[in-house]
């Protein structure tokens, strides 16, 4: 056979062997990509708070600094008194804000803002365990001197605890979907193959600020919480 002819075999022989190669790397690589089915999980639980959180307390005016603060200082005493008094334990109360600033009168036109006293302020927040306590803390801190009730925010002491709950549920519920995609298909639903937990609890808002009024009892309603867990999970298929 004449070189060029052996040479042509070769070649020819050389193309069908790199195309079953091609061939056999796709598939290779198809077998290789795990066939899944990713859904999302959602799962709630409703709790009540076993706890509240009371922010408030004193601003007064003077002419001078130092009579602004020794005012607020003796209303605020009687306010701290009023919580002890209350069973509010000493570590359950702490100062969150105090400050003491001048007061300027509104500017006139082509004029300078007039210094006409000094405002202090004073912050407080105090944990209250008994619930059903809240509205008549409220009340007793308002007949102490307290000129605002800043919010109240109800709380949760085991809030993880709750929500390892709902992720159970979000499993579960995530579970549910992929054997209803599977059974659609009429395919197999294999194992878990990954889980990724997205961020879906959000901590219940505070009530909206107290007026300062004592003419009736405070009503104050402590309800209950949803917390919520979101998961995106995904399935293999069963060969």
Known sequence: MAAWRLMAVFAICAVELSGLMAVARAEELKSAQPARIVVTGEGSVRT???????????????????????????LMAAVVAALRDAGIAQEDIQ??????????????????????????SNRISAKVSDIDNVGDIIDRLIGAGATDIGGVHFMHSDISKTLDEARQAAVADARRKAQVYAEAAGIRLGNVIWITEDPAYTPPYPMAAARVSAAAPTPIAAGEDTLRAQITVGFDIAQ
């Open 48 to 74: 009540p708070p076993d706890y509240a959180v009371i922010s408030g307390g004193v601003t007064i005016r003077a002419k001078t600094a130092k009579e602004a603060a020794a005012a607020d200082a003796k």
């Open 95 to 120: 100062t969150s804000r105090y400050s003491v600033a001048p007061v300027y009168a509104a500017p006139q036109q082509n004029t300078e803002a007039k210094l006409t006293g000094f405002s202090a």
